[in-house]
């Protein structure tokens, strides 16, 4: 599925599973909840998945790579990020680039490079 990016704002809740998520843009979460499973999510001008204010994101089975910037990008406070066993990798910044304080990030059985 190719589309500017999905956006997951105001309090929403998205569930995404054995999807090829290929972004345009980036996929942004603000103040919403993004549960991926067994997905592979790319972005060609942005981040993999864009982590902004009261962010939460859960991934579980994935790869995100070839993005833009990082494959997952934490520029907002108060951010929750679980990653179980997932790829992050091959993205032209980092694996997981962190501009702000989270409210915790949990790493399982993930490589991230």
Request: glycine share 12%; proline share 1%; charged share 20%.
């Given at each position: ?37 067994d997905c592979f ?46 790829v992050v990798s ?24």
């Open positions: 599925l190719t589309l500017p990016g999905v956006r997951v704002t105001g309090g929403a809740v998205l569930t995404l599973r054995n999807l090829d998520l290929c972004a345009s843009e980036e996929n942004r979460v603000q103040a919403g909840t993004l549960w991926c499973w999510i790319t972005a060609k001008n942005g981040c993999g998945v864009l982590c902004l204010k009261r962010a939460r994101v859960f991934l579980h089975g994935c790869e995100v790579s070839r993005c833009m910037r990082s494959g997952i990008g934490v520029n907002g406070k108060n951010t929750e990020i679980d990653i179980h066993r997932c091959q993205n032209n910044f980092s694996g997981i680039g962190v501009n702000q304080q989270a409210r915790s990030i949990m790493l399982r059985e993930s490589r991230i490079v």
